[in-house]
């Protein structure tokens, strides 16, 4: 090979490589913030215990932020954007009914500003808070990739094409995981989200008014039925059931043996436990803890990197519930 071929291939393998690790360097990775603010994740981390002391559902919020803003469309903190006069925010829309907390982001991104300004995004903090929130109630340790950017709008109008509800079909619910990523037994396993917090009776009333949902356990009716006496529930009282009565505060795989005992109270956990494309990931995770907390771990991870904005796409945020041009 003449002199100047093999130099000019020489180059173009640099050339080549450097793009392949520029590429690399634009995605996701684990510790992400090392060199740019090391003390990101322990800042995050520390923030979250802090807060779950004081506050025991953030815990619950945590864990529903990421999974209402990395299933629509990309993970990139757009629930938390507050309403603009042209825009509905994600979190007022009638699909995110009782999502709370987000005030406790802002405290969360104040702290790390306070380290590395302009260096952390919401979206980040969004994945790493519901990180150290399962951990906060006896889930798994989730090693989670960083690098997310800040989206600078909100998707409440396109919520109802990607988020699954609970009174859909099962192969409804299955299609809207599968299109993220997220297999039979990754969605039985994020299901298992249901172990923890409560459930209001605006959504339950429907299993018991006018008539009784026949499926339901006898005994857990009388419950609900005691938890929820209206018909009618006024949306803005605290009236709701615990999603696990034994362990109400601990991720764990009780919630699979309730719902296998007829005592889900949502549709779809119902569903879960009884359609055959499910029940037998159901039957294993109540039998196995250990097998529902790695299936958990590798869903939260797949929908964690739902198309996330990396690189110079989006932007930091200085505040989580504004995006900068509103500054």
């Not at 992400?32 to 619950?60: G, M, W």
């Not at 964690?304 to 995006?323: F, M, V, W």
Request: charged fraction near 25%; include cysteine.
């Amino acid at each position: 090979m003449p002199s100047f071929t093999r130099a000019l291939f020489i180059l173009t393998v640099l050339y080549l490589s450097s793009l392949s690790t520029f590429a690399e360097n634009e995605g996701l990775s684990m510790n992400f913030y090392k060199d740019s603010c090391p003390q990101a994740e322990d800042i995050i981390k520390e923030q979250v215990q802090l807060l779950y002391k004081r506050h025991k559902n953030t815990a619950f919020s945590w864990l529903r932020n990421i999974f209402h803003d990395c299933f629509v469309e990309s993970c990139d903190a757009s629930l938390l954007l507050d309403s603009t006069r042209r825009v509905m925010s994600e979190k007022e829309a009638d699909r995110s009914f009782g999502m709370r907390n987000f005030r406790y982001m802002e405290n969360i991104k104040e702290a790390l500003e306070r380290e590395c300004p302009g260096v952390v995004s919401c979206a980040d903090i969004l994945v790493l808070s519901a990180r150290d929130g399962i951990a906060s109630v006896g889930g798994p340790h989730i090693p989670l990739k960083t690098g997310r950017r800040d989206g600078r709008r909100s998707r409440a109008d396109i919520l109802e094409q990607h988020l699954p509800d609970h009174n859909e079909s099962m192969s409804v619910v299955l299609d809207r995981f599968a299109n993220i990523g997220i297999d039979t037994a990754g969605v039985v396993a994020l299901l298992g989200s249901h172990s923890v917090g409560r459930t209001h009776c605006v959504k339950l009333v429907h299993r018991l008014y006018p008539e009784v949902d026949p499926a339901l356990d006898p005994g857990h009716v009388e419950h609900m039925l005691y938890k929820c006496p209206d018909p009618i529930p006024d949306p803005k009282a605290v009236q709701y059931v615990r999603n696990d009565r034994g362990t109400p505060m601990k991720l764990d795989n009780n919630y699979y043996r309730n719902i296998l005992d007829n005592k889900g109270l949502l549709i779809v956990d119902h569903q879960l436990a009884t359609d055959k494309r499910t029940k037998p990931f159901v039957k294993k995770m109540a039998k196995s803890q250990d097998y529902f907390f790695r299936e958990f771990a590798r869903a939260i991870t797949i929908l964690s990197e739902n198309n996330p904005l990396t690189g110079t796409k989006g932007e930091i945020r200085k505040q989580c519930n504004l995006a900068n041009k509103l500054h």
